[in-house]
């Protein structure tokens, strides 16, 4: 690997974010349709041309034909924008801002300008219930605001109003509590490095969180495994599901990732949540490892409503934090000589090439990120590069778990960090006829779970410790 392309691979695990600039956004309704009943109060349609409508009430039916919106007996230049005194209507359901209507096909998307407080106003509903505590709902007004100004996450728009972009129901979702905890926290997003950081959340973690990297594969510095502080009263803290091994293998080959006739599953790997990273599927056409993500969206993420589970039992899961010495972010300590090739045939998995191999232990913890970082383009210190790692890695396994020794010092090469893991589930498969799956939580497990957030907030919290805890090292700054 040269070294452009291991600096392209470790730019993509940082950049996710852009600046969080513009107050309007735009988000898409309808796409690629015929035909749509639009209007409102007051209403004016002005389209390419410039050619425009006098003030009207009421609705009307606009239609696509041969590249142009038609209106009665009246033909439109696309793209027409909408304007109206009291809010667009579309198909029954009211927005604030305007409507544009543009051409995709043979059809017509429908597309609503919209000032990003006044969306937040119709999207924290599907996310969390008006009767929240309000810190717990301004917590979920900032994150919904960062997630929305990050970057564009639909084609040429900003969103889609389905939920995986964010649900959008116009005003009928507004609510005096959510209207207050938008306006309470106005114009406030998390940044990291200056842009609008990545905030993902969910409905329930089980009792923890765990990393962006364990899940979709990027490792983002402040979305690590976090322990929630309280139980939650989630009613998804605990779940059972029961599958035929025929349905789950029926699942598996319609998502493309199937083994033919399913025979045996089994946990591959878990994250340091307890989660399964990897599990390992055995079939008719052989045996196949698939991210446990794509599992459970595979078999349908309202069945499987976590990675955090377990086959046939249901073992304590308890949760810790400790802290650690590492070696500070900017520094690479370089040993003297090479590690042995015993050494190197010790590692299983582990690429060929050294940068190859600086990139898997960097995925491994055993660099960090920013340490990978400091190393690209130093080619001819590859080798000294990856027998420190070889070393800090032969430390890992012979260190004992409970070390009796004192810590070290802090000094301008250490630094000392909180570490959360969870105790060992279950690492047994199944191969029975009926596969039973006993789990917790609900959701990716990535960024925020917003029962924990009622839970907290019923605690005393206040949404700003909320998003310090879950995302710490990111800002809360006003836009």
């Not at 009928?172 to 938008?182: F, G, L």
């Amino acid at each position: 690997m040269k070294k452009h392309i291991l600096a392209a691979a470790v730019i993509s695990v940082f950049i996710w974010s852009l600046p969080a600039s513009a107050r309007e956004i735009t988000v898409l309704l309808k796409q690629r349709v015929t035909q749509a009943s639009i209007g409102g109060q007051s209403v004016v349609l002005t389209d390419a041309r410039g050619m425009y409508t006098k003030p009207f009430n009421g609705t009307f039916k606009a239609s696509y034909s041969n590249g142009a919106m038609k209106a009665g007996k009246v033909t439109y230049k696309l793209p027409v924008t909408m304007k109206s005194a009291s809010g667009v209507i579309v198909d029954g359901v009211k927005y604030k801002g305007s409507l544009v209507i543009e051409k995709n096909s043979n059809g017509l998307n429908l597309v609503n300008k919209v000032d990003v407080e006044e969306y937040l106003k119709g999207v924290l509903k599907s996310e969390m219930s008006p009767t929240w505590p309000k810190e717990a709902l301004k917590a979920q007004a900032v994150l919904a605001r960062t997630y929305t100004l990050a970057g564009k996450r639909h084609g040429n728009y900003d969103l889609c109003d389905e939920t995986h972009c964010q649900v959008y129901r116009g005003t009928a979702d507004e609510s005096p509590n959510i209207t207050q905890a938008v306006n309470e926290t106005k114009g406030q997003i998390l940044t990291y490095g200056g842009a609008a950081a990545q905030t993902f959340f969910f409905s329930d973690s089980g009792g923890m969180t765990t990393s962006s990297e364990a899940v979709w594969g990027g490792a983002i510095p402040y979305l690590k495994p976090k322990a929630d502080p309280v139980p939650s009263g989630s009613p998804n803290k605990t779940w059972k599901t029961q599958l035929t091994m025929a349905q789950v293998g029926s699942k598996l080959n319609a998502a493309g990732v199937g083994v033919g006739t399913l025979k045996s599953l089994r946990p591959y790997k878990r994250d340091k949540s307890g989660r399964i990273e990897q599990i390992e599927l055995k079939g008719s056409a052989g045996t196949k490892i698939i991210s446990g993500d794509k599992f459970r969206n595979a078999v349908g993420a309202s069945v499987v409503k976590s990675t955090l589970f377990e086959f046939n039992r249901q073992s304590a899961y308890k949760v810790s934090t400790e802290s650690v010495v590492k070696p500070a972010a900017n520094v690479v300590q370089i040993p003297k000589q090479n590690a042995s090739p015993a050494q190197n045939t010790q590692i299983a998995g582990m690429p060929e090439s050294d940068a190859d191999k600086l990139y898997w232990m960097a995925k491994n913890n055993v660099f960090t990120m920013r340490e990978l970082l400091s190393m690209i383009g130093n080619d001819t210190k590859y080798p000294e590069y990856v027998a420190e790692g070889l070393a800090r890695m032969a430390k890992m396994k012979t260190q004992p778990a409970k070390a009796s020794s004192p810590k070290p010092a802090k000094t301008a090469a250490t630094v000392t960090v909180t570490e959360t893991s969870a105790s060992a589930l279950s690492m047994d498969g199944t191969s029975a006829k009926t596969v039973v799956m006993y789990g917790r939580g609900y959701g990716h497990g990535v960024g925020f779970p917003q029962w924990t957030a009622k839970a907290l907030a019923e605690a005393g919290w206040d949404y700003k410790r909320m998003l310090e805890y879950y995302f710490a090292g990111t800002k809360l700054e006003t836009r």
